[in-house]
């Protein structure tokens, strides 16, 4: 069973794995690390390895039943006609995996958008060009849909983005742009996390005492725990996002029972806390 639910107070969380593939070389993901420490760490987190050394990717949609409804958390890669064809070697599987977990997009009625990459915003749009989620309002920040929206006249990977997802959903009236943090519930806050992307942001779950962070692109490697300054080579700015893996690590820290959930790491759920030598680490939840 490749989608994993965890229970936070009344709140449920699902991880539904999109795709799970060889990305580039390790080392070239993460050019803020030295490379050599970098192959060192296969030894404490060999998940996020694949053949040869290439960045094991996984990506994660996530699904979150709360007494208000339905919210989905990022699209996935998406269809055959999605832009992240270009780089990513197959398709997303979100409408098969909302069924496998007893959900339909129809059921959904909020999708956000943690930041405009394309294996995160990919699967927004069907195979024809509506949205994926019919009956779904989506939030993204302000400052990732301009700054996609400034790159509509380039041939790149945000070019198409702009083109082929954003304009789409804009033209058809369904996405509410956000500045900054946005309480949604009492219980689901979205975090403005900026440095992966402008606008990249978080979900804090809160429920009955009990937490947990989706904390998206912040960490795409466990070992940046420890090493905030280790930049990923998909980060836009380094030093903001720097800046948020220190603050949010502060937090973590102080905070060591909430469940962790990263888009792209080894395992969907874990914590964070220090090992005996005293860095902080990544603990999968078993
Ligand atoms: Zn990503």
Redesign the pocket.
């Known amino acids: 069973m490749p989608h994993e639910t965890v229970a936070v107070g009344d709140i449920e969380i699902s991880a539904l794995l999109d795709v799970d593939v060889n990305d580039e070389p390790i080392a070239d993901a993460f050019p803020g690390a030295p490379a050599d420490a970098i192959l060192a760490g296969k030894a404490r987190y060999p998940n996020v390895y694949g053949d040869d050394d290439t960045w094991r990717l996984r990506?994660r949609v996530w699904l979150i039943r709360h007494p208000g409804g339905l919210l989905l958390l990022d699209t996935g890669v998406g269809p055959e006609t999605s832009p992240a064809m270009a780089w990513c070697p197959k398709p997303g599987v979100l409408p098969e995996a909302l069924a496998e977990v007893g959900a339909t997009p129809d059921d959904v009625e909020v999708v956000v958008i943690s930041h405009t990459?394309d294996?995160?915003i990919g699967g927004a749009l069907s195979r024809d060009g509506t949205p994926a989620l019919p009956r779904a309002r989506y939030i993204l920040q302000r400052a990732d849909r301009d700054w996609e929206r400034d790159a509509a006249d380039r041939s790149d990977e945000e070019g198409a983005v702009w083109k082929m997802l954003l304009a789409p959903l804009e033209d058809a009236g369904v996405l509410d742009v956000i500045d900054g943090d946005r309480r949604l519930t009492d219980r689901l806050t979205l975090r403005h996390a900026p440095g992966h992307t402008p606008g990249h942001q978080v979900l804090a779950v809160e429920s009955r005492g009990r937490r947990a962070l989706l904390s998206?692109?912040t960490w795409?490697h466990p070992m940046q725990l420890a090493h905030p300054d280790w930049w990923a080579g998909?980060d836009d700015d380094h030093e903001r996002s720097t800046a948020t893996r220190r603050a949010l690590l502060a937090e973590l820290l102080t905070e060591p029972e909430t469940i962790v959930a990263p888009?792209?790491l080894g395992e969907a759920f874990g914590h964070v806390s220090p090992d005996p030598d005293g860095l902080p680490a990544w603990h999968p939840a078993v």
């Open positions: 990506v990459h294996d995160h998206a692109d795409n998909s888009t792209h």
